[in-house]
């Protein structure tokens, strides 16, 4: 067996050994947590194991909205574990990479709303993990983001260099990177990568402000699954040509035509009640 094959063989092997990610969902949330102590560092393993927790909340009907945050009080995640990086060949780092792309990107086209809940450090992998959600939650004071991967003599590979510059634009995206610049939650709002900082005197007490922002989401109240569209027709649509994300448009609505939810908004308006949606 090849050297990159056996490396990925006792990855596999370890991953019904130890839980890295753990999935729990209630109230139409899922929440996939990140939990390798000291600093939620993601290894081949961890990933596999995330890629199955983003199917598994992708297939449950009952799950609106993700939740992705990091165990303990001081990491969300502190990107790729430099260790094992260092003892992988190129071939297996490339895969490694490579899977790593495919599950961030089943992560952001996934048809339901995905929010970060990040409550401590977000830096390097960690943040790119986080710029595949939809949108960043973050507690008040609880750490730093950014992208340092130069100080090792490499880029973000994990999608950094593609999103971030999708959210700050391209001279502020390469300074970022340049610097390897580290920035606390607030500038992490100024510079558009969060979109609210939560209070919170614990990591519990940010995760139910998270989990109660991610409800906001869900039936009864709102439409999930038209949120769950919007989410898919502008992901996928700021990638495409104008008309064909017109098309794409189309399509999805057509589908929430025929939804009952689209139905109940309608009558309600109509008959100037609140909806009660069900997410179907």
Same mark, same amino acid.
């Given at each position: ?35 390798? =102590? ?7 393993? $961890? ?10 909340? #992708? ?16 990491? !969300? ?10 003892? $992988?060949? =190129? ?7 490579? +899977? ?6 089943? *992560?952001?086209? @996934?048809?339901?709303?995905? &929010?970060?809940? &990040?409550?401590? +450090? ?8 986080? /710029? ?12 730093? $983001?950014?992208? =340092?991967?130069?100080? *090792? %003599? ?6 950094? @260099? ?9 001279? #502020? ?22 979109? +609210? ?9 940010? /995760? ?8 906001? !989401? ?22 495409? =040509?104008?008309?064909? %994300? ?19 908004? $309608? ?5 100037? #009640? ?7």
């Amino acid at each position: 067996m090849a050297e990159a094959e056996a490396q990925a063989a006792a990855a596999s092997e370890g991953t019904g050994a130890r839980a890295l990610v753990r999935y729990e969902a209630a109230d139409g949330v899922a929440v996939l947590t990140l939990d390798d =102590p000291p600093a939620n560092t993601y290894t081949y393993e $961890m990933m596999g194991q995330l890629d199955a927790a983003v199917l598994r909340a #992708r297939m449950d009907e009952a799950v609106n909205v993700v939740v992705i945050t990091g165990a303990g009080e001081k990491f !969300f995640c502190a990107g790729a574990n430099i260790r094992t990086l260092t003892e $992988m060949t =190129p071939t297996f780092k490339y895969y490694f990479c490579l +899977h790593a792309n495919e599950t961030l990107s089943r *992560l952001e086209q @996934t048809p339901k709303l995905v &929010i970060a809940a &990040i409550g401590g +450090h977000c830096v390097g992998g960690g943040l790119e993990v986080a /710029l595949a959600a939809d949108l960043r939650v973050a507690r008040k004071g609880a750490g730093k $983001m950014g992208l =340092p991967e130069v100080s *090792l %003599g490499v880029l973000p590979g994990t999608g950094g @260099t593609q999103r971030l510059v999708r959210v700050v634009g391209k001279s #502020r995206a390469i300074e970022l990177m340049a610097e390897g610049e580290l920035f606390d939650f607030e500038r992490g709002a100024e510079l558009g990568l969060v979109d +609210h900082v939560f209070d919170a005197d614990t990591a519990a007490g940010f /995760l139910e402000k998270a989990l109660a922002y991610a409800r906001r !989401f869900t039936a009864p109240d709102k439409a999930a699954l038209a949120v769950g569209r919007i989410k898919r027709s502008v992901q996928s649509g700021a990638e495409i =040509p104008f008309e064909y %994300g017109l098309a794409l448009e189309r399509e999805l609505q057509q589908q929430l035509f025929q939804s009952e939810d689209a139905r109940e908004g $309608m009558s309600a308006y109509v008959e100037k #009640r609140k909806p009660v949606f069900k997410g179907a």
